[in-house]
């Protein structure tokens, strides 16, 4: 039971490139969240996928793609790197339902993403 | 739209002291609340969570956090801090109805000996 995984750990990009980040869950949950973290600034929500086949934008989604795969991947594209996209970025799921923020949320263990 | 502020931004205390992190935050019901903890290039973890009920909260490794509605306050504290505990530890509020929480900018620990 591998919980929440995320590849790669380490990326450095040059701006204009692309990449897709890639996470999965093995813990059968509906909800799966992308955030980044900057020193000072918390985490905050890129999108999220409150189940199969949705995903919505959450406080900072310019730049930023998602796919929900199936209900185990999801994945976060930027399509044109830029240095202000610098971050730690973390995969989390959870088995929130409609009424279910109160749901843990589990966390991947994050990709360091260096733009140059 | 809920809002949540961790004030302090650093804090260090000596091992085998007390410890209480400030949570303040901002929602119109009663809202889910959490504290998570992040060791250093780690992701983060549940340390504990209150849903409704005792306000009184108790988690893992010693910490508990007390629900006081009239302060819109959730603070986290522990009797004891142990070298472990050095981490950065960030407050949490999530809205019923909604599916997304909202972190705090986080409070990172020292423990000095």
């Known amino acids: 039971n591998a919980g929440v995984t995320q590849t790669p750990k380490f990326q450095v990009l040059k701006t204009g490139q692309s990449m897709t980040l890639q996470c999965a869950q093995d813990m059968n949950h509906n909800s799966m969240y992308w955030y980044r973290q900057d020193p000072g600034m918390g985490l905050r929500l890129i999108y999220y996928s409150a189940s199969e086949g949705t995903t919505d934008k959450g406080e900072v989604p310019n730049g930023y793609n998602v796919s929900r795969l199936n209900k185990r991947e999801f994945s976060l594209r930027l399509e044109s790197a830029a240095p202000s996209q610098t971050s730690v970025y973390f995969c989390?799921?959870?088995?929130?339902?409609?009424?279910?923020?109160?749901?843990?949320?589990?966390f991947g263990p994050g990709t360091r993403l260096t733009v140059t | 739209a809920q809002s949540v502020t961790q004030p302090d931004i650093h804090i260090t205390v000596s091992e085998g002291a007390s410890l209480e992190l400030r949570c303040n935050y901002s929602?119109?019901?009663?809202?889910?609340l959490f504290w998570y903890v992040q060791s250093p290039g780690q992701g983060l973890q549940l340390l504990l969570k209150y849903f409704s009920g005792d306000t009184l909260v108790q988690g893992i490794k010693g910490f508990e956090a007390e629900f006081k509605r009239s302060q819109s306050s959730f603070n986290l504290r522990k009797p004891s801090v142990h070298w472990s505990d050095a981490a950065e530890y960030f407050c949490a509020v999530g809205a019923r109805g909604y599916q997304k929480v909202t972190f705090g900018t986080g409070t990172k620990l020292q423990v000095i000996p």
């Open positions: 929602y119109g019901a009663t809202p889910y």
């Open positions: 989390a799921s959870s088995n929130a339902r409609t009424s279910g923020s109160g749901d843990e949320q589990y």
